[in-house]
């Protein structure tokens, strides 16, 4: 009886949902977070706690290349002549594989966006036929050394940037940045989507070209690290990124250009889009990353990549495999007239800036990003440290101001992940469902689960 | 006796010093922050509560004023055809009106560079001679509508910024910046030097005032508040607001400029110096300040300025009055070779920014210029925090992410200052104490006592 003499104190584990009744009666309460594991296969993971000596060696040894990759940007090219294995008819797009019958709208707004721009197809309707036809071969961008934002579609004749991992020797791709708006990467498909790309080919890329080839070189790893230091995560905050990339080019372009018509318009084209450095920032990612792969029992993800039907993974020692499960939906700031019910689920390569310790990893460095879907400054701060529980090691270039130059949490370990329940943090951009409409929206989420749990298992099982 | 058998518990008021015996036996204390107020007068502070209604309603007008400023980029001249009462024998100086004789080591090294670049002296002996002469006149940059960082020299044949309050068409002048090294701000004068100076004549400013002329404006009040998201508190840390200039402008300057080479030029000049934009933050808060001047009763501080010899501060409602005391040594961090011990005493009119509730007052927005000399992130944030307790309001543009976008602590209120003994918190550049060296750091000060404590109490005295 004495239980019920004295004042309760209650310690409530899990579901915060519980908490509510005792709060609302001025009960005292603890919360203790705590989220099940990802796999109920607990052989797996007594599995992997036996192997866990050679597994910490071999994590090691991924991170120790992915932190000591040195990606510059050092050329551009047609996707055509300088990505490998590319080929007339064959279209890249952003996550694991997918055909175009399980496409989502905006992928195949993206893809007819391509067809059209190839001189493929005359209108929207011819695309769409040609698209479903067969005739048009279909492969993720991350098998070809290349990354996309959103439905991340590459076509034979886009201009790519190229970024050379001056320590390791590989190559990562990626296509300029459009800007906002109705844009191909979104799902767009009007004749204005179309025509910005024709002009993106015909003076963007060759006026960018020249004055790459000029500089020799851009290192883009110590452009990262000062924009971190500017309130960037480099995922969806480029502004200071984009700032340093122009100043750094600016003066080249005046130097190369063939009047300075063309450079003043290339200079405003850049200065109208702080988005423009995103795609560099996933192409040094991607060379980091790829530097990291096929370390034998690393379980480090070198891969997170949604197709906007499926999220993706690939592993350091799991090869080419994908694991995949349902993308989400994000929680966004909808842009007016728009509401979550218009949200395509999550897509885009871009995550690859969170598996190399950017973007939701960096958060903290970028308060602004949490601010606007109606988070703290403190949030920000937390999102970060509850990745710090998931990565195998902290970037040693990378560093968040606000955490006292504390490295970003990097290299995401699948059996952390798997044990803890915690999710990477994930920010976003938001496409409309629907091939045609646009970006709708911006804002953050966690991984979806199940894609983690494969991966955890299929990694486990194979340790011999 | 009972006092000695119980535990000991000890609240200590004041001096931490104290708490250090306390701390190293083990014995519980608690530390009461206190500082004792600035002025003894007690009188002065009844009459200054008596007043009190009389005064918050001053000081609303001229916060609204100081915060209602527009404060834009609109063109550029030669000091002598624009600055008021600007001549041709007359060298403008940062700071408190201070006379050769008295003048610091770098103030003076700064003279006889201007003196030299002017043509009025072949060399420093012979412009040492002038400058004592009594031929050559001396007055404060903010006398004349002007501010310059560390010496503030300007002289006649120098170009400078004109930025417009375009809400209370009140105008500010500022040159433009040198970069860092040997510069006559910082009191070095070899030839180097005044043949930078030529070039910024020649070069610089033709080219800038051209794009400036094309653009029409440039909206400075939104940059900086862009910059203080950015990492900037556009004093000590000027990367971002020299990024966004630098896109701004670079475009007008390819369109206006006589050839590519000289654009080229004039964009690596400005990208190769993070501090470009100083002087546009500082002609900013001259403009946007000056407009909360001569408000009656208004116990608000529109300037803070040292000239190396004495820290001299002006309220809103005692006029043209300086309130002056010995300037302080910074804590800094000294480049490789040079200690405290080659510092000159605090220089410049920087302060400004300060004063306008920038630089060391939004130092939460910076943390990087804290852990320059050693501190950590969360100093910073209570640097800031320290500030509100003596501004009469924040800014309604300028905000800090890491405090979920709280508005910066500005207008600093003399009479809380007095009351509170918290003295303005400075972000600054240390010169050297001799005339041509040039910078030896760069760091933190509070200011010196002795300014605001002649400030309350003749402000209280003169309340009638």
């Not at 036996?50 to 050329?75: D, T, Y």
């Not at 889009?273 to 995103?278: G, K, M, W, Y």
């Not at 970037?395 to 101001?401: D, V």
């Amino acid at each position: 009886m004495k239980l019920f003499e004295s004042e309760l104190k209650v310690i409530n584990i899990g579901l915060e949902s519980f908490r509510q009744g005792l709060n609302d009666t001025g009960v005292k309460n603890v919360q203790v977070q705590f989220k099940p594991p990802l796999s109920q296969e607990a052989a797996l993971f007594a599995k992997a706690a036996k192997f866990s000596a050679r597994i910490e060696k071999a994590n090691a040894k991924a991170m120790e290349k992915i932190l000591a990759a040195k990606p510059a940007l050092v050329g551009m090219g047609i996707a055509l002549d300088v990505i490998p294995g590319m080929k007339k008819n064959l279209i890249l797009h952003a996550g694991p594989p997918v055909k175009w019958p399980r496409m989502c709208g905006p992928m195949r707004g993206g893809i007819m966006a391509a067809l059209m721009y190839e001189g493929l197809a005359k209108d929207p309707l011819e695309a769409e036929a040609l698209a479903a036809s067969g005739k048009i071969k279909y492969e993720p961008c991350h098998e070809h050394n290349a990354v996309g934002p959103m439905a991340g579609i590459i076509s034979a004749s886009m201009p790519v940037f190229i970024v050379k991992n001056e320590e390791h020797g590989n190559y990562a791709y990626a296509t300029q940045n459009e800007g906002l708006g109705k844009v191909l990467r979104y799902g767009a498909y009007s004749p204005e989507v179309i025509e910005r790309l024709r002009w993106m080919e015909k003076v963007l890329y060759p006026t960018l070209k020249d004055a790459i080839e000029f500089l020799g070189r851009i290192d883009l790893k110590s452009m990262v690290a000062q924009a971190l230091h500017m309130g960037d995560e480099v995922h969806n905050r480029n502004r200071a990124g984009t700032s340093l990339f122009y100043r750094a080019i600016a003066p080249a372009v005046i130097n190369t250009s063939r009047d300075p018509g063309t450079a003043a318009k290339v200079l405003e084209f850049i200065n109208g889009n702080d988005h423009f450095f995103l795609n560099l920032s996933m192409a040094l990612s991607k060379a980091s990353l790829d530097a990291g792969r096929d370390v034998k029992d690393s379980s480090v993800a070198v891969v997170m990549a949604r197709n906007g039907t499926e999220f993706g993974v690939q592993l350091s020692g799991t090869g080419g495999k994908w694991f995949t499960g349902p993308a989400p939906v994000p929680d966004a700031l909808y842009f007016p007239g728009y509401t979550k019910a218009d949200a395509n689920p999550d897509i885009g390569d871009s995550a690859i800036t969170e598996t190399n310790g950017l973007g939701g990893f960096a958060i903290a460095a970028a308060p602004a990003i949490v601010q606007f879907v109606g988070g703290k400054a403190a949030d920000a701060l937390n999102y970060t440290l509850a990745m710090y529980e998931i990565t195998a090691g902290e970037s040693n270039i990378y560093k968040i101001p606000a955490l006292d130059f504390r490295g970003t949490p990097t290299g995401i370990d699948v059996i952390k992940v798997a044990k803890s329940g915690i999710l990477p943090f994930i920010d976003t951009g938001v496409a409309h469902k629907n091939a045609g409409v646009g970006q709708v929206g911006a804002g953050v989420l966690s991984a979806p689960p199940e894609p983690f749990a494969k991966a955890f298992e299929y990694f486990a099982k194979n340790l011999k």
